[in-house]
T-cell receptor
Framework: EADIYQTPRYLVIGTGKKITLECSQT?????MYWYQQDPGMELHLIHY???????EKGDLSSESTVSRIRTEHFPLTLESARPSHTSQYLC????????????FGSGTRLTVV | GENVEQHPSTLSVQEGDSAVIKCTYS??????FPWYKQELGKGPQLIID?????GEKKDQRIAVTLNKTAKHFSLHITETQPEDSAVYFC????????FGKGTRLSVIA
């Protein structure tokens, strides 16, 4: 069983609302990532963190922001949701060291109406 | 930066047959190549990985091969079963991992 948790699993929200997607891991992993997965399956990196107080933007331009105040917690915030934000959001983490695989959460499916 | 190409995008096989998914990468500095399986409603799960100092790795019905000279690596699933039906992703380092676009595998009973 993966020790990385995402909440909520499903969310339907109106345009203009502010939302925070939660991601927590209990494995002590220093690296954490957020991916957006489109209906065509492709995974797009939107944010990542290599440790507390360290965050970077990924390849996909995103209007979201992240924070990393605690090692185990990596929330993603959308200040003003739009229908174009409708997607599956996946959080992942990886252990210290160079060659380590990712552990993914089960994802949050977001629908903005 | 790194670019990972994955083929085919969809693959249908009869139960018991073998399935092969191929990926190519562009950055010769990449040294870690994991494969993930994503079932419906779940996040991707690591199923096997290979490092650049190894040419082949096997775990029961799953094997991965790596050709560093040609910059390609492949996933082989033998004796496929219906529960192998899923989306499979390849990926390559450097960090953060760069993923292929995925292969939807259907195993027909």
């Amino acid at each position: 069983e993966a020790d990385i948790y995402q909440t909520p699993r499903y969310l339907v929200i109106g345009t203009g609302k502010k939302i925070t997607l939660e991601c927590s891991q209990t494995m002590g992993h220093d690296k954490m990532y957020w991916y957006q997965q489109d209906p065509g399956m492709e995974l797009h990196l939107i944010h990542y963190s290599y440790g507390v107080n360290s965050t970077e933007k990924g390849d996909l331009s995103s209007e979201s922001t992240v924070s990393r105040i605690r090692t185990e917690h990596f929330p993603l915030t959308l200040e003003s949701a739009r229908p174009s934000h409708t997607s599956q959001y996946l959080c992942a983490s990886s252990a210290p060291g160079g060659l380590q695989g990712y552990t993914f959460g089960s994802g949050t499916r977001l629908t903005v109406v | 930066g790194e670019n990972v190409e994955q083929h085919p995008s969809t693959l249908s096989v009869q139960e018991g047959d073998s399935a092969v998914i191929k990926c190519t990468y562009s950055d010769s500095a990449s040294n870690y190549f994991p494969w993930y399986k994503q079932e419906l409603g779940k996040g991707p799960q690591l199923i096997i990985d290979i490092r650049s100092n190894v040419g082949e790795k096997k775990d029961q019905r799953i094997a991965v091969t790596l050709n560093k000279t040609a910059k390609h690596f492949s996933l082989h699933i033998t004796e496929t079963q219906p529960e192998d039906s899923a989306v499979y992703f390849c990926a390559a380092s450097p960090r953060p991992l760069v993923f292929g676009k995925g292969t939807r595998l259907s195993v027909i009973a």
